[in-house]
């Protein structure tokens, strides 16, 4: 008799926005479609949402008029992958990107706070980022109250990484014009 092994089934997107038109899945499940499979997220607990607005806040009042924040929105990443990153910044749209998710190219700067999925964020997350071109992908490390910060993508990996803390300061590569305190956002 011949072994049968189970195979995983994995989505696209096509599938996965299907599924979402559908209702399958409740509506306060939070889901993210990652290299094909759909991943349940942790609940967002008080300090990760505390610090996303104070991020939210900062960014919307040093950003250019034409930057378009943006807070849990989906990023359509490929065929397999739309996570809803913390947070980005993108490029301008007139459309604000309401006839499309944006892609890696619109992305000046993409963070994701991080206390119980930093693991998974600084692995499977910072791998497809860097994989996708994501220029800039900042990781707010509540754990160890720094800022990882990722540039330079090549591959699968980001060429250069720094951490910052409370007393350093950072410019953005893409928008060399923002300056941002690491105390403002730890």
């Not at 939210?56 to 739309?82: A, C, H, M, W, Y």
């Amino acid at each position: 008799m011949a072994t049968v092994n189970p195979v995983k089934h994995l989505t696209h997107l096509d599938e996965w926005r299907r599924l979402g038109e559908a209702n399958i899945f409740p509506p306060e499940s939070r889901l993210e479609l990652i290299n094909g499979e759909i991943l349940e997220m942790a609940p967002i607990g008080f300090n990760h949402a505390g610090h996303l607005k104070r991020i939210n806040k900062l960014f919307t009042r040093l950003v250019p008029d034409n930057v378009i924040t943006s807070v849990q929105d989906p990023l359509q990443l490929g065929d397999l992958s739309e996570p809803e990153p913390d947070f980005m910044l993108l490029k301008p749209n007139a459309d604000f990107y309401s006839s499309r998710h944006p892609n890696a190219s619109d992305v000046l700067l993409l963070i994701e706070v991080a206390d119980s999925s930093l693991a998974f964020d600084q692995n499977q997350k910072l791998r497809l980022y860097a994989l996708h071109g994501i220029p800039e992908y900042w990781l707010l490390n509540l754990n160890d109250s720094c800022l990882e910060v990722y540039r330079e993508p090549n591959g699968e990996v980001y060429a250069e990484k720094t951490t910052l803390r409370a007393g350093d300061t950072i410019t953005l590569s893409q928008l060399d014009q923002i300056a941002i305190n690491i105390a403002d956002i730890l």
